[in-house]
């Protein structure tokens, strides 16, 4: 096991990465689109909670259905696509080949987008699973696992044919990541769609996939960026690298038990959400290794690709301990059924986000072989972003906080309840408001690096090595 | 980690153990939980769901009504669930066994919905006076006017349309699917007295010291 060095700019840009224009750049270019919908879809969401007249007569658009269209537009269109596009980038990069299977990728990556996008319009028209995070609509499910497959096997020839023996840990958790999730969305499919169990063990099946999407996918992706990022960038070795494989395994291995913390006090075995507690407690050993090893991440050093990794990175240890506080029977008992799971919803989303975003700033210009054009757009979408995702998650944390004291008060009825979670969800509101806005701002810089020609005067900026990543 | 076999064959074992825990473990326990018959009713509980209100469900899980309402009363420590008459006892796994798809939910925006057949009986909210507020909307919910068609009177007015919502020589006309999503929800109940659904008492050590 070795840490990366850090390359010289003359090989910045490589065979390995003429391999992947086509693929990665679609992928990309499509993660962004699902990204900048699902949050114009997740705003009209909010509205709706504060204002529930909001779009009431249409009925595509039921607040039940653009929670789960605004749900499975990021989760399946933004985090599957952007997660796989810097993944795999990685395993070429870190496997030191040129990406083998590279049309698999455009192929799979063609009908996953076309899955996707008959998949809104099935929930939109009421075909949703009613399952939290498994909301496509039963009819697409096995193209999007075959398209998964397509898009992800690339990945593990890049690992098996790779030139160098030893592995690294950001080749770990991607490769995790893609051999894990077609293993439980199959199996979700399976048992809760096409030959369902019975009762509420199907619930419990549901809250097992719905935290593998976190632990096991999400997670993972976010965690092989930091590790892939902080040493290329810095140029150091990372410390006390030889505990990483034990982050690595205590992610994989508790990280799934977490499943029944939203189940407490429920119709199902009580031992289900106890086992949930305990793991969310043991899983706080992978975040204390990867403090250890990356807490240089938080010293960035004009670097913004290391500033977006930094705020996710803390994203990512909050959450891991709001899980283990929050997941306790005492304090379950106020936040289940409230905003507040909705905050921590958007903490994971936060943590995988802004650190993909990061991947993105480093690896765009050396997949474009271009530079960013605009510092100012990167600035705004920074800004944007870190603004947007505190005061989202804190809004709907101090909401749902609020909501859960109130609904355990029979005197208040839910007139009330509402009056008082109000104005917190405007609070949010705006603040999902900014998220988009920063996110288009991405979009746009993102499709004008695409549109950059290769002059002398852009290669000569390229050249440098702050272009390469909008240093700011 | 050179050993490629063993990695994967880690990552497999990882998640096949998660599952035969939670997946295959809640299916030891209850996976042979039938409905219970009682000798004196002469008849199954839970029952099932008549045509209608199976229809019904599949109105209610279409609309995404489970985005704001449980179906589930907690055990008798968690919250307010008993105080706010949303069940006279905790529900348990046996409740759900004849429903195709449970639909517990997971947020409460609007009041559980357990046993929401019961609680309209106890108000005398029947199925026209539900129609209407399914129109107006109530208490924060968004009202469903796409589920009602607004029609011109001619002749004789239908016998199924709102009485005194719609505007002079027009009708409200709920269609198929409010009908049966009406139904459902005044199917809804969680009555029957399950050994299992008692709460837990607990014995004193004096106790029994007579016997």
Not at chain 1, 220 to 245: H, R, W
Request: glycine share 8%; net charge neutral.
């Amino acid at each position: 096991m070795t840490t990366v060095s850090t390359s010289s700019v003359s090989t910045e840009v490589s065979d390995i990465d003429r391999s992947a224009h086509c693929s990665l750049s679609f992928l990309i270019a499509s993660s962004l689109a699902w990204l900048v919908i699902g949050g114009v879809l997740s705003l009209i969401n909010l509205i709706q909670l504060h204002t529930p007249a909001f779009l009431a007569d249409c009925a595509w658009l039921t607040y039940g259905h653009t929670q789960a269209l605004q749900e499975t537009a990021l989760i399946y269109g933004w985090a599957v696509n952007g997660g796989l596009a810097v993944g795999l980038w990685f395993l070429a990069r870190l496997g030191g080949a040129p990406l083998r299977g590279g049309n698999y990728i455009s192929i799979g990556a063609v009908f996953w987008n076309l899955g996707l996008t008959a998949a809104l319009v099935g929930i939109a028209c009421g075909e949703m699973t009613s399952f939290s995070l498994l909301q496509l609509p039963r009819f697409i499910q096995p193209l999007m696992l075959v398209a998964f497959g397509a898009m992800a096997a690339p990945g593990v020839l890049a690992w098996t044919g790779r030139r160098k023996e030893a592995t690294y840990a950001t080749q770990w958790y991607v490769v995790g990541a893609l051999f894990l999730f077609p293993w439980f969305f199959s199996v979700a499919q399976v048992m809760l769609l096409f030959v369902p169990v019975r009762g509420v063990l199907q619930t419990v099946l549901a809250s097992w996939y719905a935290q593998n999407v976190y632990s096991l996918l999400l997670a993972p992706l976010a965690v092989a960026v930091l590790y892939y990022l902080l040493p290329k960038i810095k140029g150091k070795v990372i410390p006390s690298y030889d505990f990483a494989i034990y982050g690595f395994w205590s992610l994989l291995l508790f990280g799934t038990w977490m499943a029944g913390r939203t189940l407490v006090g429920g119709p199902v075995p009580a031992w289900i959400p106890t086992m949930a507690i305990v793991a969310s407690s043991l899983v706080l050993f992978h975040h204390i290794i990867l403090f250890v090893n990356l807490r240089e991440v938080f010293s960035p050093a004009g670097s913004l690709a290391l500033k977006f990794a930094g705020f996710g990175f803390a994203a990512y240890l909050i959450n891991g301990v709001v899980d283990a506080f929050f997941s306790s029977r005492v304090l379950a008992a106020v936040t289940q059924f409230t905003y507040f799971q909705t905050a921590q919803h958007q903490l994971v989303l936060a943590a995988f986000s802004l650190s993909i975003f990061a991947a993105i700033y480093y690896l765009a210009p050396r997949i474009v072989g271009a530079a960013w054009p605009s510092s100012s757009l990167a600035r705004a979408h920074y800004m944007a972003s870190i603004i947007g995702f505190t005061v989202l998650i804190c809004a709907l944390a101090i909401a749902g906080w609020r909501q859960g004291v109130a609904l355990n008060n029979p005197e208040l009825n839910f007139t009330a309840i509402a009056g008082i979670t109000r104005p917190w969800l405007l609070v949010a509101t705006a603040a999902q408001g900014l998220l988009v806005v920063g996110n288009l701002a991405l979009g746009i810089h993102f499709v004008r690096l695409m549109l950059t020609k290769s002059t002398a005067e852009s290669l000569a900026k390229f050249n440098q090595p702050s272009a390469l990543e909008a240093s700011s | 980690m050179k050993n490629g076999f063993l990695f994967f064959f880690g990552l497999f074992f990882v998640l096949a153990l998660s599952w035969a825990g939670l997946v295959l473990g809640t299916q030891a326990q209850m996976g042979d939980l039938s409905p219970h018959y009682d000798d004196l009713e002469g008849k199954s509980f839970p029952e099932r769901a008549s045509g209608l209100a199976s229809r019904g469900q599949l109105v209610y899980q279409d609309l995404g009504c489970a985005a704001c309402h449980t179906q589930q009363v907690r055990r008798p420590e968690y919250g307010s669930d008993k105080e706010r008459n949303w069940g006279s006892r905790q529900s348990v796994a046996r409740d759900y066994v004849q429903q195709a798809r449970p639909l517990l939910g997971s947020s409460r925006i609007g009041p559980d919905l357990a046993n929401f057949g019961m609680r309209a009986k106890e108000d005398g909210v029947d199925a026209a006076s539900l129609l209407v507020s399914l129109y107006n909307g109530s208490e924060g919910m968004p009202a469903y006017r796409f589920l009602f068609e607004e029609r011109k009177i001619i002749g004789e007015s239908s016998p199924k349309g709102l009485q005194g919502v719609a505007a002079p020589g027009y009708e409200l006309v709920p269609t198929e699917r409010a009908e049966t999503l009406v139904a459902y929800l005044l199917s809804l109940k969680q009555t029957y007295e399950f050994s299992e659904a008692r709460p837990f008492e607990p014995v004193h050590a004096n106790e029994g010291a007579h016997e």
